[in-house]
T-cell receptor, first 112, second 116 residues
Framework: GQQVMQIPQYQHVQEGEDFTTYCNSSTTLSNIQWYKQRPGGHPVFLIQLVKSGEVKKQKRLTFQFGEAKKNSSLHITATQTTDVGTYFCAGPRGGSNYKLTFGKGTLLTVNP | DGGITQSPKYLFRKEGQNVTLSCEQNLNHDAMYWYRQDPGQGLRLIYYSQIVNDFQKGDIAEGYSVSREKKESFPLTVTSAQKNPTAFYLC???????????????FGAGSRLTVL
């Protein structure tokens, strides 16, 4: 079945450093979503990418969707302590709008 | 404020007992979902419901049951048949985007179940 792999599993950075997490799917995705979960919290939707090669920015966050629509990345510029949390990517499975396959997430910790 | 309310936030139960987790939304979303999250793991889909009185099994439905009698409510029962029930349970809802793409999920705050 479809698998969504995320790397790295953990990333610790000094405040001000950049951070990137990568998401790779075993199958072509119609779209990909990114969520953030703060420690002790619940996942919160960040963004959805639909088009091949799409790049979207949200302040210091840059999201990319690969040309083949099988991989994606999230890059944070100049991390802040408020960026701490686990970042998940998720893609629809089997043509269903209701079944999302989530990656295992990348836990980002930031040293002030 | 619109949102999803899950209760209880924390729950302790003895082995062999069934437990029901509540999920209510006032977002007027058609679809609702239950996910399970274990430490260091992604989210795994237990059940989902596209409309009232209809629901579908997800990837790990064994040992769980749901009902969808009202649009706003989607309770999850963790039965004694579930071998490893201790986990963080997340309820979510979404507006049906049809052909526009996968539905974007709004999550509740979660219920943490510990079976002693």
């Amino acid at each position: 079945g479809q698998q969504v792999m995320q790397i790295p599993q953990y990333q610790h950075v000094q405040e001000g450093e950049d951070f990137t997490t990568y998401c790779n799917s075993s199958t072509t995705l119609s779209n990909i979503q990114w969520y953030k979960q703060r420690p002790g919290g619940h996942p919160v939707f960040l963004i959805q990418l639909v088009k091949s090669g799409e790049v979207k920015k949200q302040k210091r966050l840059t999201f990319q969707f690969g040309e083949a629509k099988k991989n994606s990345s999230l890059h944070i510029t100049a991390t802040q302590t408020t960026d701490v949390g686990t970042y998940f990517c998720a893609g629809p499975r089997g043509g269903s709008n209701y079944k999302l396959t989530f990656g295992k997430g990348t836990l980002l910790t930031v040293n002030p | 404020d619109g949102g999803i309310t899950q209760s209880p936030k924390y729950l302790f139960r003895k082995e062999g007992q069934n437990v029901t987790l509540s999920c209510e939304q006032n977002l007027n979303h058609d679809a609702m979902y239950w996910y399970r999250q274990d430490p260091g793991q992604g989210l795994r889909l237990i059940y989902y419901s596209q409309i009232v009185n209809d629901f579908q099994k997800g990837d790990i439905a064994e040992g769980y049951s749901v009902s969808r009698e009202k649009k706003e409510s989607f309770p999850l029962t963790v039965t004694s048949a579930q071998k490893n029930p201790t986990a963080f349970y997340l309820c979510a809802s979404s507006m049906d985007r049809g052909a526009s793409g996968a539905n974007v999920l709004t999550f509740g705050a979660g219920s943490r179940l510990t079976v002693l």
